[in-house]
């Protein structure tokens, strides 16, 4: 079992005020993590951090075995994937699904005039049939539907193979279909013993896909509890980390939470 993330006794101060309180917390190579807390609780902000997009106030933060503050950040993020609104919104509209996918391998955003090599495009195809893009592969990402996008920046964030894949909110705005379409693909891949330590925060215990291993529940910058998903994500957790009581239920893999009538 090898570390790919790890915090150690971690602080982010804004104004004066801690943002992640004392976050002591560690990833292994074969582990899937979600992280699960309320609006305003540092799940962005812890997710920066494990991105190499900042640095923290005080306490270490190894991504990769690499200590941040002391290694060349460009050098480590291209070893990991990362998901975000934030990093499809800098996705040309015109850019095709296939080019979006194959420029990842050449750390780029665009086509311009690269000349790629044939394992590279094999490569790409793979993994735009693997996530169910086949058909939109000449599409424009401009034209997508959410659920589509979602996809594709998912597809062009393994097209490198990356040792950590981490997804924010990889499911907000997809309708049912969509949503659930995403979370199978999702339980596939956390479930392939090939497939990277991958960390996806959400707001909502149904977005859980099966395969997931473990979980760290915020609130208020700080770890309300951490572990094991089987014996971490249950009601007294969730009422402690969202401040109100939960019914929640478990039936093949899937969680379900509503609130308990008091
Ligand atoms: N650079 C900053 N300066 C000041 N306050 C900040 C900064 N970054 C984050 N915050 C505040 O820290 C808190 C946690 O923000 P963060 O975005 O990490 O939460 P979150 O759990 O991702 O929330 P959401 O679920 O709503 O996306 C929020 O109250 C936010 O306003």
Redesign the pocket.
């Known amino acids: 079992m090898v570390n790919v993330l790890r915090f150690s006794d971690v602080s982010y101060l804004?104004?004066g005020?801690p943002?992640l309180d004392s976050i002591d917390w560690a990833v292994e190579d074969s582990e899937r993590w979600v992280i699960l807390?309320?609006?305003?609780?540092?799940?962005?902000?812890?997710m920066k951090l494990a991105t190499a997009n900042d640095y923290p106030s005080s306490g270490t933060v190894d991504v990769l075995d690499k200590r941040l503050g002391r290694v060349d950040i460009f050098e480590l993020r291209n070893r990991l994937g990362f998901v975000s609104s934030a990093t499809a919104r800098r996705i040309p509209a015109n850019e095709l699904v296939r080019d979006l996918v194959l420029t990842a391998a050449y750390s780029v955003e665009g086509r311009w005039n690269e000349h790629y090599d044939d394992i590279d495009i094999r490569q790409a195809e793979r993994i735009l049939a693997e996530w169910d893009l086949g058909d939109f592969a000449d599409h424009p990402f401009g034209t997508l539907s959410d659920g589509e996008r979602k996809r594709a920046m998912i597809a062009r964030s393994v097209m490198t193979d990356p040792e950590l894949l981490l997804l924010d909110?990889p499911s907000a705005s997809l309708d049912l279909g969509a949503r659930e379409r995403l979370l199978q693909m999702l339980s596939g891949f956390a479930q392939s013993p090939s497939s990277p330590a991958m960390v996806m925060?959400t707001?909502h215990v149904e977005e859980v896909p099966p395969g997931f291993t473990h979980v760290l529940m915020?609130r208020g910058?700080r770890i309300q509890a951490v572990g094991p998903i089987a014996e971490t994500l249950t009601a007294a957790n969730l009422e402690a980390t969202f401040g109100m009581p939960f019914e929640l239920t478990v039936s093949g893999g899937r969680y379900a939470a509503v609130a308990r009538p008091e």
């Open positions: 804004r104004n005020r943002i807390g309320p609006n305003g609780a540092g799940k962005t902000t812890l909110e925060v707001h915020l910058g």
